[in-house]
């Protein structure tokens, strides 16, 4: 797959053929920009402060897709609406830091129809219940619409038995996924970046490698062909016991649903998928 | 990219032929020339240029419009068709009318503006719309009379009833029966009232009590599903909203309870004042957005700072927190803003009608699990069948 630079609107000129994702804290210098790259050049547009007035968005001719980044979830949930009318003309999608309080943005976000990606870090126990809770809402409450990942893309993989790893549905898989810094240092994702032996790495394989000497705790995880270490980072002794209750969650969710569609199947005549 | 519907409810005139008690229009003689019309088709189009728009739909209230000539109409017709065929874009027209002013001289507007179709309203049993002169039961038979002329000519007429006490001790059985029976429409739309600016301080700030229309609502969604919903008689908004909770589609949800209200709907009055909806221009001066004829351009008003007060009513609203709790803020976001200020004088708190609403909800909720399980139509939905609009942004 061909590497996507997440880029600084400022520092474009690098990375002049490379799939872009094109930061800013500013809407104007998003839209500023977009005239410089071909628009099949950017793979989506991220906003980093939602406090902005975000009016100069509409002026966006191409249907480039846009990524809310919320940085502080109790303040900020609200501000989402400012933005529910660009999506009639743009696919948007926002990015949520998984702290106590989260699933107000969460609600906000799929409620006006938004896709949501979590951004998990290493969560203690009292935010993998908040997660726990969010995900029986994202898979039980009808009113619930839009994919919150990595909820959605692991349940159907699991469903569809498709192989995926938490890297490759985080936007952080090695081998596609380049961060460029504000000082116009390339790194890996965010969170890859944060273990120097991984400077080099530009695969999954490479990942898989490491995996096992980060913590022998993965070695004999069941959740290890979609996890590849994925909760071991930044720090390497976090104990998974709380998240794993949720993958298990997850991959149970998917094994019900599989059963329940292959049921619906037989009793609509024995179609196949 | 170009996409989207803008809602231009147009107000060519608040001269009125009724003197229904619970209006909340102040009154003009007052009518809009084609000229002036014309200058608000075209600063509209050019507001839709700006904002990427190429779909107008323009709803055609009052006042009362067929108080107006069809000869003005007639012109209104010939500014449309230059503007869409000048501009490029696709306009369409929707007539809300009494009917009192009916008669066989509207039949070619109505055919080739309308489509042959217009909304009106007709309460049951009627306690508050009037002639002028004569009493409620009267505009009722008068009602029916207009209503059966533009019907044989092929006119379809859509209905909007408002509840009222005497409604709620009829019970929804017989309020269902006179709609549908008595004048044999296939479907009808159940509106909540609010007070207006000319609410009674020493009364209620609510026109009806929301348990008894909580009550009511549901009971008459049993009646529908037992009666007519097979059928295909449809009642507004429950229809929309049972097909959501059936299907997911939202574009039949009411316009007050789309987080985009604000951004699709704007009113504009015979004399250029331009604001949310029709009870904004016609009641409430204070949240006009500006005048049209008095500005060079729609997208001045439009990024005026009372519009900002209605863009940004979902946000306030959230911040009290208590939406965001609930289950069914998907299909309310907060509720309507103009029910909000005229019952409490806050635009910035959720709907009165909050309680009514979520019992609705939940009935029609229920009501589509099993519509799906007695039709066997609940599949799991796959990553391919997420709309593309609504995919996880790295998926595209």
């Known amino acids: 797959m061909t590497a996507i630079y997440n880029v600084p609107a400022d520092r474009l000129d690098p990375v002049e053929d490379a799939g872009v994702v094109i930061r800013s804290h500013d809407p104007a210098e998003l ?47 609200a501000l989402l609406y400012r933005y529910a009318d660009l999506l009639k003309t743009r696919p948007i999608r926002v990015r949520v830091p998984v702290q106590p309080g989260f699933m107000k943005v969460v609600k906000v976000a799929t409620a006006v129809e938004f896709a949501v990606i979590l951004e998990a870090g290493q969560p203690d126990r009292t935010t993998v219940e908040e997660m726990m809770t969010m995900l029986d809402t994202y898979l039980h409450q009808t009113t619930m619409a839009a994919p919150v990942e990595f909820f959605h893309s692991l349940l159907m993989a699991y469903f569809a038995d498709e192989p995926a790893t938490l890297w490759e549905i985080q936007d952080e898989d090695p081998a596609v996924w380049r961060y460029i810094t504000d000082d116009g240092t390339v790194a890996l994702s965010k969170r890859l970046s944060l273990l120097p032996e991984l400077s080099d790495a530009d695969s999954m394989d490479d990942i898989k490698a490491l995996v096992p000497t980060w913590n022998p705790e993965c070695v004999s995880c069941r959740f290890l062909t979609r996890c590849q270490g994925y909760f071991k980072l930044p720090d390497t002794s976090y104990q998974c016991r709380e998240i794993v209750r949720l993958l298990r969650l997850i991959q149970e969710a998917a094994r019900d649903l599989r059963k329940d569609y292959d049921a619906s199947l037989r009793t609509e005549g024995g179609r196949t998928p | 990219m170009n996409g989207g519907r803008l809602s231009l409810i147009l107000l060519p005139t608040l001269r009125c032929n009724a003197d229904c008690e619970y209006c909340f229009e102040n009154k003009s003689s007052y009518v809009m020339s084609p000229d002036q019309f014309k200058i608000i088709l075209d600063k509209v189009t050019d507001y839709m240029n700006h904002v990427h728009v190429t779909d107008l739909t323009i709803y055609w209230q009052g006042g009362e419009v067929l108080t107006m000539e069809p000869d003005w109409f007639m012109r209104a017709m010939e500014i449309i068709d230059k503007s869409a065929q000048s501009s490029g874009k696709n306009i369409e027209n929707e007539l809300q009318t009494n009917l009192i002013g009916y008669g066989k001289k509207w039949n070619r507007i109505i055919k080739e503006m309308f489509n042959n179709e217009c909304g009106s309203s007709l309460d049951y049993p009627n306690l508050y719309r009037k002639v002028s002169g004569l009493p409620p039961d009267q505009f009722n038979e008068l009602w029916l009379r207009r209503y059966r002329e533009a019907a044989s000519h092929g006119i379809g007429v ?19 029966s006179y709609y549908t029976e008595t004048i044999g429409l296939g479907g009808f739309q159940v509106n909540v009232p609010f007070p207006g600016i000319s609410v009674d301080p020493s009364k209620p700030r609510l026109p009806v009590d929301i348990e008894e ?43 007050g309870m789309r987080h985009d209200c604000s951004r699709e709907f704007f009113s504009i009055g015979p004399d250029g004042n331009v604001s949310q909806c029709d009870c904004w221009v016609a009641s409430y001066p204070e949240f006009h957005f500006g005048n049209v004829f008095e500005c060079d351009s729609l997208v ?33 976001h907060g509720g309507c803003a103009i029910r909000a200020y005229s019952t409490s004088g806050d635009l910035f708190v959720k709907d009165p009608y909050c309680e009514m609403y979520k019992a609705v909800f939940k009935r029609l909720q229920e009501t589509a699990v099993r519509l799906a399980r007695e039709t066997g139509s609940t599949r799991p939905c796959t990553t391919s069948e997420v709309p593309e609009n609504r995919r996880p942004v790295a998926a595209l």
């Open chain 2, 158 to 176: 859509g209905v909007i009833s408002l509840p009222n006490s005497a409604t709620f001790k009829l019970g929804a059985r017989a309020f269902y």
């Open chain 2, 213 to 255: 229309c909580s009550i009511f609502a549901r009971e008459l969604i049993d009646v529908w599903m037992e009666q007519g919903y097979s059928r295909g008689v449809r009642i507004s908004p429950y229809w929309g909203m049972l097909d959501y909770f059936l299907t997911g589609n939202k574009s039949d949800l009411l316009c």
């Open chain 2, 300 to 332: 001045d008003i439009m990024n005026s700072r009372p519009r900002g007060l209605f863009s940004d009513r979902p946000v306030k609203v959230m911040e009290k927190g208590e939406c965001v709790e609930c289950e069914y803020l998907t299909v309310c």
């Open chain 1, 31 to 77: 839209v500023e920009c977009v005239v410089e790259v071909a628009p099949e050049r950017i793979v989506h547009l991220q906003l980093l402060s939602l406090d902005r007035e975000p009016r100069i968005l509409r002026e966006l001719a191409e249907p480039i897709p846009l990524e809310l980044v919320v940085e502080d979830v109790a303040t900020q949930y």
